[in-house]
């Protein structure tokens, strides 16, 4: 049995960009125009009711920024569009990391007036290296911004590969004309406001030059100008070089005003990939064995990349995010968790429009759908419907900011045990235990994260808790060729040695001489700053 027809209708891709380029209400007009929401939600407005839809945490709220990744999914022309919207924010890179490897293609959203910034620049590294396509967006054409050669230039600079314009803006800011579609041969005009549909706004096609000169005077032929020379100078689109992310469409519009929304819309139908096979582990007599999955085949497969916990306060409920990779998923299958050969007994199994889920009666390869768990499911799990395999490349880096937790009411201990394993297992932040007892330590990439994990802990755990500096500056997770040199190691450095959320052994150091020194003495300890996912278990001791 084969699934293919239904794997080849499903698009899964995620949204990048810098903060504040419009990425989130971008998500919002996606949503709207394929008919999942009815009214789109401002992130801006922070006092208002109306949030966006893929803001759903409570500190989002309140600093009209997205913290975590939230999983979308639509119907559009008969294809089902699993969408990721990421954070934005650096201190939350790690979380849209993991969310890049979920998907097949990616969307980066470029604000018309700054071009790449350093955020963006980050994760078109993680596309880069795992060859994603990336179609791009150039955002708020209606501002004062700059010149569309100019901003392609940089954008070929930044990802290192050329640019194929779809659309070419007329005009900008006030003098805003609108965009020629150069698929379609026909030129949209801009007309602002929010509340305005794509079929609403007037289309005249290219061959009407003589009216298009007339109306639109100078912008008109400074637009033809230019874009005769960025279409000469680029490559015809190349599907093959595009899906091997080695090109990139590009296209031109205003977010907010509903402007060049659908044309982005119709791409990921009409361009980005169906779900790919992905690489795995399959366990032969105890050996790792690697083997392509394919998406059509009957055997249900998927990897969790994102758990969350309290997504509804009230029932304190946890979510593991599973991409299916294979198969078909239909409610009461018997499911097992691979690191642990348990079965997996989830409680309901959901879709999600953001806060909105809906119990699934059948998923494929490509989807993306939340198990509700009461633990025993990490990030980076393997869940089958029995194969012996493990998929790997989920990453967790070493965190390079430290604190210790101490709980200002000694009999909320409980409490705060659980809220650091709930958030540790979900990726918030890196909780480390020290062997030798004491406070626990808390591992971040970036400052923020130390914020949200205070906010939830009192907001959900009801934990209050203090921060305090200490002194490690770095985490290595370690391993060894043979039990006895890992004894011997940790022997040297007890007051070194922790394990995180995963109970994988790390070793703390105070600074980068620290690990220069430890691995001149003990030259057979590995030293890694990159930890793939708890299946892989890396040294736990023993």
Known sequence: MTYANETRRRRTFAIISHPDAGKTTLTEKLL???GAIQIAGSVKARKASRHATSDWMEIEKQRGISVASSVMQMLYREHVINLLDTPGHKDFSEDTYRVLTAVDSALMVIDAANGVEAQTRRLIEVCRQRDTPIITFVNKMDREVRDPLDILDEVERELGMPCVPMTWPVGQGKSFGGIINLRTQAMTVFDSGSERLPQDFETIP????AQLAERFGLEWQTAMDSM??????????????????KQTPVFFGSGVNNFGVMEVL?????????PKPRTSNLLVNKQPVVKEIQPEDSAFSGVVFKVQANMDANHRDRIAFVRMASG?????????VQRTAKELRPTSVVTFLSQRREAVDEAYAGDIIGFTTHGGVQLGDTITDGANLQFTGLPFFAPELFMTVILKNPLRTKQLQTGLDQLGEEGAIQVFKPEIGGPMLLGAVGQLQFEVV???LKAEYDCDVRLEGCQYTGARWITADTPAELREFTNAYPQRMSLDAAGTLAYLCTS???VRLAQERFPKIHFHPLREHAGLALGSAG
């Open 454 to 456: 205070q906010h939830r």
């Open 228 to 245: 005769e020379l960025a279409t000469g100078a680029s490559p015809a689109f190349d599907e093959a070089a595009f899906l091997a992310g």
């Open 206 to 209: 290219l061959t009407e030059q």
């Open 32 to 34: 709207l125009f394929s």
């Open 328 to 336: 078909k998923y239909t409610p009461g299958m018997k499911l097992k």
């Open 512 to 514: 980068p001489y620290d």
């Open 266 to 274: 119709d791409a990921l139908v009409d361009l980005a990939p169906a």
